[in-house]
């Protein structure tokens, strides 16, 4: 069975490109199906059709470009992704690598560099934050303390009997500072989870969602709760009063991580004259640099306190 429908889905695979080459595709929808092979794309303004080259340049197609669709600016307030401008790309430790494949193959003349182009179908070139937690790592022992808490109870009808209302589970808040900012240098607020380690006996593992600017200084927080309410019902002797007392243990513990912005997408050299044929070549950043190259890294410090409302007893008096 797997034989014959391996067989027809290469009969179906000359079907499919011919669909490619007769069917207008937005640069992001074009580069999606494209191989890791191909690491650079001529916009052919003449033809209108974007000329996709692997390493080697090789030819590996001509498809028509959508022209109609331009590329809109990503405004997300908090995205796990926001666009990478060039000058942002020039802080990256691959760009003298990107910028020399650029000369090697088409030239050092004279040209601009450019990226998420406005005049032409989209290319985008986004800088992101993985969507994987963060781990953040605890720094010393927790420094903890106990302390009862009371809780007065509230009468229930006219037969004596006491409601209260009773804190159980866990809590955390975590208050972190960007100690070192990315030298990518983005202004924008992303999107980040960070995971904090479990501390036996004193919390849980937990994950926490936020925003983060990278800037230095810049202060971000989070919260977790997992309380629960327990209602105890007891039976109030004459002329007594019932309370609940209940366990809270508070533990302060010092965390710090690690934040990596990864930049992918396409840089645009436009040229002022033709070269090899074309005035506009992009290159791919996934297909030139490895994931070093194009990471830039931020780090962030600070406290997490973690409240664990545990034990309690009903007492009358």
Not at 45 to 52: C, K, L, Q
Not at 172 to 187: D, M
Not at 273 to 278: A, N, P, Q, S, Y
Request: aromatic share 10%; charged share 15%; hydrophobic share 35%.
């Amino acid at each position: 069975m797997f034989g014959l429908n391996f067989a027809r889905f290469t009969l179906f695979l000359p079907f499919l490109w011919s669909l490619l080459h007769v069917s207008a595709l937005p640069f992001d929808e074009l580069t999606a199906i494209l191989p890791r092979a191909v690491t650079h794309i001529a916009l052919d303004e003449e033809t209108n059709e974007f000329v996709a080259f692997e390493r080697d340049g090789t030819l590996h197609g001509r498809y028509l470009a959508h022209m109609e669709d331009l590329y809109q600016r990503r405004d997300d307030t908090a995205s796990t992704c926001t666009n990478l401008t060039v000058d942002e790309a020039k802080t990256l430790s691959g760009w003298d690598a990107i910028v020399q494949y650029a000369d090697d193959n088409w030239g050092t003349g004279s040209r601009s560099i450019v990226t998420n182009p406005s005049q032409y179908p989209g290319s985008p070139a986004e800088v992101c934050i993985t969507n994987q937690a963060i781990e953040a790592t605890l720094d010393g022992d927790p420094t903890c303390e106990t302390n009862n808490v009371t809780t007065s109870g509230q009468l229930v009808g006219t037969n004596g009997t006491v409601a209260i209302a009773v804190a159980q589970g866990y809590t955390a808040t975590a208050q972190f500072t960007v100690s070192t900012a990315a030298t990518i240098g983005l202004s924008d607020t992303m999107s980040v989870s960070i995971k904090i380690p479990e501390v036996t006996d004193v919390s849980e593992s937990i994950t926490v969602s936020t925003s983060v600017t990278d800037t230095q200084t810049s202060s971000f927080s989070a919260a977790y709760s997992e309380l629960t309410t327990v209602t105890v019902t007891m039976t109030a002797p004459a002329g007594k009063t019932c309370d609940a007392i209940s366990s809270v243990t508070s533990c302060t513990l010092q965390a710090t991580g690690e934040i990596q912005y990864i930049a992918s997408g396409w840089i645009w050299f436009n040229y002022d004259d033709k070269t090899h044929g074309h005035y506009k070549w992009a290159a791919s950043l996934e297909a030139i640099l490895d994931e070093t190259d194009r990471s830039s890294y931020a780090t962030f410090r600070g406290s997490v306190v973690a409240d664990t409302h545990a034990s309690y007893q009903g007492t009358c008096s």
